[in-house]
C-alpha cells in the first residue's frame, strides 16, 4: 500500500485556500501500523480522511494495492469501502442513537450487498460483537446503554465487518478512561495479528503510539517533519520538534523526572492560512538559520529509514 | 405490538390523548348517527336559545342554537368532518413535501441549497392569505382546494426547519461512518438523519394542525373556504363572531372542540416523541419501574425495624 498524500488543502468559507496539510508523502505496508503524531490542527485527521477520499484533494496521489484511488469516482469508491475502514475519535457521537447495535454493526453487510438484512446478518453480527469483547445480546440495546468503551469496541466491530485489510484509527482511545485505554489498544492489535489489518494510527499520545505502532511519523502545521521506527524515533530523535515532544513525555520515575530537562520552544505555529516560506517551524527553532526563512526542508532519509525535514540535522 | 399497547397504557397522559383522538375520529365518522339534527335544519322559533344550563335552556337543544336556530351541538359534530380532515391533510401533505425539500437542501449542499431556500424566501415573502383567496377565487372554493391552497402556503416552514436540522445532524460522526461504511445517500437520509429529527418535526407538525384548522376558519370566514350549508368548526367560530356578546355559545363551543382537538394530538405526539426515542423511553420504563417498586415498599419497610 502506497499513500502520496500531497498538498492536500480545501476551500476555506472565505474562498481562502487554507492548505491544511502538504507534501505529506508515506508508505503503510499491510499488516503493519504507522503512527500520526501531532498537536492539535497539525492536519493529522485531515491526512487520514484525506487517504480515505473524505476530503477533497487538491495536488497529489493516493495508492491503495497498487491502484491509483486519487480521482475514484464516488461509485468506483463503494467497493473500495469494503477494504478502508475509519475507526471514530469520539465514541459517543459516532453512533447513531436511534439504533439498535446489531443494525449499526450489520449495516455494512446489508449496505454491500453481504446480507438482506441485519437479522439474516445475526450470526456474523453476534460473531464480530464477539470478537471485540461484546456479549452476544449487545446486539439488542441501543448505543446510550454502553459506556465510552464498549461504544468504542462497537465502532470497531462495524469497521470490521467488511473484513478491511486497512483501517484509520483518528485518535480512538483519545476520549476514553486512560484505563480503558489500553484495553482498546490491545484489542487493536489483536484484530491486526489475526487478521493482518493495517492501521494508521492517529493519536497525540505518545505512549499509546509507541505501544502499537511500528513506525511512527510526525506532523507539525501540515506536514511530516520526522518518520521512523518506533525504537528509532524515540532514541535518536533528529528534528527539533521531536525532540521537544518526547521531552515532554513525563517519566514515570520521581528521580529522573526531577533532573530531566525540558526542551520547550516558545513562540506560537504559523497561521495556517498564510505560512512562512521555508521550514514552517522557524518561529519557534532553536537552531534556525538563513536558509530555514527561505526554503523549507525536504523530507529526507538520513540512513535505515529514518526520514527528517530540517535543515540542521 | 402488544408490548407496545402495554407501555401505551402505562403512560396515562399518552393514553388519554390517544383516547380522544380516537374518539374524534369515530365522532366525525358516524357524525349523522350520533347528532341530533341535521347540521342545517333550521328552528325558527328557537333562534339564539342558550344551553340547557342556562334560563330558558332546553333539552331540546342542549348546547343551544345558532342565529338561524340551528342545532349547535349537532354543527360541532358534523363541523368535526371537515376540521380534521383539512388539518389532517394539510400537515400530511405540506409535512411531506417541505420535509423532503429541506433534507434535499440540508444534504446535497451548495448550489441545490441556495436554489431551495431562495424558493422558500421569495414564496414567505409574499402574505399567504392573501395569495390563498387569490387562488380560492380563481379555482374556486371546495375542500380539496383549500387543502392545495394551505399546503402551498405551509410547507416552507418544515423546509427550514428540517434543512437547519440536517445541517447538524450531517455533521456528527454516525452521519460520516454511515457514509463510510458505503451508505447510497437515499440511506443515509432516511436510516441516519430523518430519525433524528422525528421530536422537532413532529413538535412542528402538531404546531402547524392547530394553525391549519384556525386558517381554514379565517378562509371560511371569507367566505373563500368551506361553503355553508357544509360546516367547519372554523367557519362556525368565525360566524359566530357577530353574535359573541349576545350568545356566547356560538363562539365557545366549536373553539373549545378545536383545543380539544389540539390539546389530544399534542399528548399523541409526545408520547410518541417519547418512544421513539430509545433513550427517554428506556427512563420512562425505569421510572415506571421505581413507582411499582415503592408501591410495594411500604411492606416491606415496616418489616425491618427501624434504628
Known sequence: ?313 | MKSLLDELWRDKAGSTGIVMVVALILMAAAAPLIAPYSPTTQDLRARLAPPVWEDNGSWKHILGTDHLGRDVLSRVIHGSRVSLTVGAAVVLIAGTFGVILGLVAGYRGGRTDSFIMRWIDTQVAFPGLLIALIILAVIGPSMLTVVLVLSLNGWMVYGRLTRGAVLSVRQTAYVEAAEMVGCSSVRVVFRHILPNLTSPLLTLAILEFARIVLAEAALSFLGMGIQPPATSWGLDVATGKNYMFRAWWLVTFPGVAISITVLAVNLVASWMRLISDPQEREKQFARQMRALRKKHAPQGLQETPSL
Open chain 1, 1 to 313: 500500500m502506497r499513500f502520496d498524500a500531497g498538498r492536500s488543502g480545501f476551500w476555506g468559507q472565505h474562498r481562502m485556500q487554507v492548505h491544511a496539510v502538504e507534501d505529506v508523502s508515506f508508505a503503510i505496508m499491510s499488516g503493519e501500523t504507522l503512527g500520526l503524531v501531532g498537536e492539535s490542527g497539525s492536519g493529522k485527521s485531515t491526512t487520514g480522511r484525506a487517504i480515505l477520499r473524505r476530503v477533497p484533494l487538491s495536488e497529489g496521489r493516493i495508492f491503495f494495492k497498487g491502484c491509483d484511488i486519487t480521482h475514484a469516482t464516488a461509485s468506483a469508491l463503494r467497493p473500495l469501502r469494503r477494504h478502508m475502514q475509519l475507526v471514530f475519535q469520539d465514541p459517543y457521537a459516532s453512533l447513531n442513537p436511534r439504533m439498535r447495535i446489531r443494525d449499526i454493526v450489520a449495516e455494512p453487510l446489508v449496505v454491500h450487498g453481504m446480507a438482506a438484512s441485519s437479522r439474516a446478518a445475526e450470526a456474523k453480527v453476534i460473531e464480530l460483537l464477539h470478537r471485540v469483547g461484546l456479549p452476544p445480546d449487545a446486539g439488542r440495546r441501543y448505543p446510550h446503554a454502553f459506556s465510552g468503551g464498549q461504544r468504542q469496541r462497537v465502532g470497531i466491530a462495524r469497521a470490521l465487518a467488511l473484513n478491511p485489510e486497512f483501517i484509520v484509527a483518528d485518535e480512538p482511545v483519545s476520549a476514553l478512561d486512560v484505563s480503558i485505554r489500553a484495553q482498546i489498544v490491545n484489542l487493536l492489535q489483536d484484530l491486526q495479528k489475526d487478521l493482518g489489518i493495517a492501521y494508521l494510527f492517529i493519536a497525540h499520545d505518545l505512549a499509546v503510539v509507541r505501544h502499537i505502532s511500528q513506525r511512527i511519523a510526525i506532523m507539525y502545521a501540515g506536514k511530516i517533519v520526522e518518520l521512523a521506527g518506533r525504537t528509532e524515533i524515540y532514541a535518536k530523535p533528529l528534528h527539533p520538534y521531536t525532540q521537544a515532544l518526547l521531552s515532554a513525555v513525563p517519566v514515570p520515575d520521581p528521580k529522573i523526572q526531577r533532573v530531566r530537562r525540558r526542551t520547550t520552544h516558545a513562540g506560537e505555529p504559523p497561521n495556517p492560512l498564510d505560512p512562512p516560506p521555508g521550514c514552517r517551524f522557524q518561529s519557534r527553532c532553536p537552531h534556525r538559520t538563513g536558509q530555514c526563512r527561505l526554503h523549507p526542508p525536504p523530507l529526507e532519509d538520513r540512513g535505515g529509514g529514518h526520514f527528517v525535514a530540517c535543515w540542521n540535522v
